[in-house]
């Protein structure tokens, strides 16, 4: 009987080590990860990476004869349109990481 619960938690153990080693490719990937955010027709464009860092923003010139507060308004349109697309993307991501996984399996090792 100890040897049964020994090999049970063997496996149990091993479930656990291939979640945690996909779970920190997924979040390596995710890092990598670059998104464009866009708004006025594309004459604000934000590149964010996966963990939200802002690292590029380009404006069309012709926006700079616009008042301040449009131009304010574009730029966080941006933003938040790059912050949905990294979260869908990461949504997408752990999504598919989960469906990686026969959980079935993982349960049955105590059913034996």
């Known amino acids: 009987?100890?040897?049964r619960f020994g090999d049970m938690f063997k496996q149990a153990q091993q479930v656990q080590e291939d979640v945690q080693k996909k779970l920190q490719d997924v979040q390596n990937e995710l890092s990598r990860l670059e998104v464009v955010g866009e708004s006025g027709a594309g004459?604000?464009?934000?590149?964010?990476?996966?963990?939200?860092?802002?690292?590029?923003?380009?404006?069309?010139?012709?926006?700079?004869?616009?008042?301040?507060?449009?131009?304010?308004?574009?730029?966080?349109?941006a933003v938040n349109d790059a912050v949905r697309k990294v979260e869908k993307n990461s949504q997408d991501k752990?999504?598919?990481?989960?469906?990686?996984?026969?959980?079935?399996d993982a349960f049955n090792i105590f059913k034996r």
């Open 43 to 77: 004459m604000v464009k934000v590149t964010m990476n996966g963990r939200h860092d802002v690292t590029a923003v380009k404006l069309d010139p012709a926006l700079m004869a616009e008042d301040k507060t449009i131009l304010e308004d574009l730029l966080a349109a």
């Open 1 to 3: 009987m100890s040897n």
């Open 94 to 104: 752990m999504t598919s990481l989960g469906a990686g996984f026969n959980l079935n």
